[in-house]
């Protein structure tokens, strides 16, 4: 067996991942570690907080081909936990299937890496709250975020406006004995895309999960589920580079089918990323984020309190294309007459 790592590359801003080679088998290194100060404006909580927010160690697998992989296990907080870990068989640029723990693709937000977005948080994220914007309704109701499970993704070559696809079954939200004759839950997602114009791509989302209803006589196993289903459109124009760039997402359906309650959620990120401007500090990327979150239906007032606008305005400085030090503000504006509160946040990423 001979292992071997390729020369280090030249000093630039795309840096290649480390390669380990094991025989035909090619290993690529990365991960990332995210360390966050931050503060609440909720008098029950401390003022600040400094934490460790994320350390991934991300590894990609290829064996050949046709055979891939992913395995992404986060060290921060007091356990382990793994993010992804799934196999890749590519058929073609057309047809390619993952199996394994991966994110549902749904919308375009939460698929978005953390190393490269804008933001923070992709959420409204205040100690002693527990707000609904637009990220926590839909990755909160496991619409959207990471599951196990089996999807079909393809890139075909030569189809009109360069479309997109990926469609999965997933185990679902719900886990583990689901009624009396042990229903399975299950969970359908897909997302199409396409290209209108060179800069901008175009994408819209459907994801249909189950909800568990009333538990039985000794309130252990829930008797009925019932279907619920999200729609999502997103856009985006730009790249993770200089320049302007603009990421939106609307998104809408059932809060809770078994009280008739619906949720509608819409956020937005516009950076600007400046061109080289020094030797310490490489870019500026000013930007601002709107979430919003509303329900409607049979809404309690507990959760009629917890609605909301999220503003985000910041201020990112970039050391090198992905090393940078992220300024935030986050407010958050209740739709009732539930008070204002705020969090700043600085946080330092390191990636690789």
């Known amino acids: 067996m001979l292992a071997t790592f390729p020369a280090p590359a030249a000093p630039q801003e795309a840096v290649a991942e480390p390669t380990l080679r094991v025989n035909a088998t090619e290993i690529t290194i990365g991960g990332r570690v995210q360390t ?93 709250l527990d707000p609904l914007d637009q990220h926590n309704l839909v990755e909160g109701l496991g619409y959207s975020g990471r599951d196990v499970g089996v999807q079909l993704v393809g890139d075909p070559k030569g189809v009109p406006l360069g479309m997109r696809y990926a469609v999965g079954y997933f185990r679902g939200p719900l886990r583990g004995r689901t009624g009396p004759q042990a229903d399975a839950p299950k969970q359908f997602v897909g997302r199409v895309s396409v290209a209108p114009l060179s800069r901008m791509r175009l994408g819209a ?81 000013p930007m601002v984020r709107v979430s919003y979150g509303d329900l409607s239906g049979r809404v309690p007032a507990t959760l009629a309190r917890r609605q909301g606008t999220l503003l985000t305005p910041g201020l990112n400085l970039y050391f090198d294309r992905l090393n940078r030090l992220m300024l935030n503000y986050d407010a958050w504006l209740p739709a009732s007459g539930a008070p204002r509160e705020g969090s700043f946040k600085a946080m330092f990423q390191l990636a690789f």
């Open 205 to 285: 989302s459907a994801s249909l999960r189950d909800f568990r209803g009333a538990l039985d006589a000794a309130d252990s196993i829930p008797t009925t589920l019932r279907g619920g289903t999200a729609l999502a459109l997103d856009a985006e124009y730009g790249a993770f580079e200089p320049g302007l760039h603009i990421l939106g997402e609307l998104a809408w359906g059932d809060y809770d089918p078994f009280e008739n309650t619906r949720f509608f959620g819409a956020q937005s990120w516009l950076a600007f990323r400046t061109g080289r401007i020094g030797r310490v500090v490489a870019h500026l990327e």
């Open 36 to 128: 966050q100060f931050n503060t609440s404006s909720v008098d029950s909580v401390p003022w600040s907080e400094l934490i460790l927010q994320r350390a991934r160690l991300e590894t990609a697998i290829k064996v050949s081909e046709v055979v891939s992989g992913r395995l992404q296990a986060d060290f921060a907080g007091d356990r382990v936990s793994v993010k992804d870990a799934y196999l890749r068989l590519q058929f073609s640029s057309a047809l390619q299937v993952m199996a394994g723990r991966a994110q549902r693709p749904f919308g375009i937000l939460t698929q978005t890496s953390s190393v490269l977005a804008p933001v923070a948080e992709r959420g409204a994220l205040i100690r002693g």
